[in-house]
């Protein structure tokens, strides 16, 4: 087995340092050791990251040629980082790169040479100068949709045409006004950005730097968003490679312990009955819509399997009653591809949506911010899987229990065309995403292209951008 020593060739992963990045950056690794036996990756995370993944048991199942380097903990603890998300940006913008390229020279001298590439994550705005400084290749790896990373391309487009304008012109106008291929995305959905004045900002000097990378990975796949992918691959001045669905398998661990309650309540209910909620590891979701979601689905009468975190847990469990399951941890991609799951109330990250496109399990979308609210348009508009919750909204911001309690309804009716037309649409997109990474699929077309532009040296370094 190839060692970093021994090996060929060698690259630098830089993931983003959160879960919703780290783990689809892993499923990256994952796949290019796997097409490229004499490949090795290193991947950089933070004290604390290092040991997070060590925890949830993710290290040990690492491949032998997939190992973790660390830079201290310069940034906010991922602890509590909801609290200041605004400031947790920017520390990973100011304080991460000088570490990390601390860590890049110490890694030339260890090895002898140059790694063959880094592959960071694109909003990283200082990975590709890092990179151009030290002659190395720098391709970015998006790990949102492509049909989102069209839309920040092009901020400066719409972004001065939603100061202004009506509500009602924002609900009914659609991106493609301004950035052609975005007709599933509406003003209403990119509005909110505008608030976040410094992260919009950092995402606007992203989105020029990425134009200087050599190229760009996606973790989604062509057939999923074929407009936006050949709209990118138009207007980009290097070459884009979709190598997804890229989903890191959830590996066993302490929790896994309580997986046979799970499991024994998931086998005892009938097929497609049971409507899986969970809304990430992230959002925050405040108690009146908490309580609202709540007591909508227990009206609703379907039966739910919710994951939930802290103390809500025993609440809601004592809520669903017979009806239901309320636990703090699951394998979220073994209990989508359970029989007895036929829908997925979700936050709409990213991650999520992918688990349930390859699941083929329709959604009921509940975007709170960013990437979420074109996510969950796109489910409901574009793809017709699912149900966009957000249109739901009272005066108060609030999605009441009557919509809750509809959508799941009308989600989860077997016999309704409604309900039929969405699983069938789901189960559309499963057969695509597993055809994109079989041999001779799009994606797995891609990966290798992007391998062979590595090895034959076609992915050129531009002078040093610093």
Known sequence: MATAATAARHMVALPYPGRGHINPMLAVCRLLVAADGALTITVVVTEEWHGLLASAGVTPTLPDRVRLATVPNVIPSEHGRGADHGGFIEAVNSKMGEPVERLLDRLVLELGRRPVAIVADTYLQWAVAAGARRRIP??????????????????????????????????????????????????????????WERPVKIAAQVFVNVRKAHCVLFTSFHELEASSMSKIAESLPCPVYPVGPSILRAPDNMESARDGEHRRWLEAQPENSVLYVSFGSFVAMPPKQLEEIAVGLRDSAVRIFWVT??????????????????????????????PS?????????????????????????FPVAWDQLVNARMIADEWKAGIDLREQRGEDGIVSRAAVSDAARKLMDLDSAAGQEMRKRAAHLREASRGAVLEGGSSHRSLSGFLKDLVDGKLEVAQSSA
């Open 309 to 338: 975190r802290d103390r809500a847990t025993a609440g809601l469990r004592e809520m669903c009653g017979n009806m239901g399951l309320a636990v703090p941890w699951c394998d979220q991609q073994e209990v989508l591809r359970h």
């Open 341 to 365: 799951v036929g829908g997925f109330l979700s936050h709409c990250g990213w991650n999520s949506v992918l688990e349930a496109v390859c699941a083929g399990v329709p959604v009921i979308g």
């Open 138 to 195: 720098v391709c970015s790896l998006w790990t949102q949709p492509a049909t989102f990373f069209l839309a920040l391309c092009h901020l400066d487009l719409w972004r001065p045409v939603v100061e202004g304008v009506s509500e009602e012109e924002l609900n009914r106008k659609s991106l493609d006004s301004y950035v052609p291929g975005l007709s599933s995305v509406r003003l209403s959905d990119v509005k909110i950005f505008l608030a």
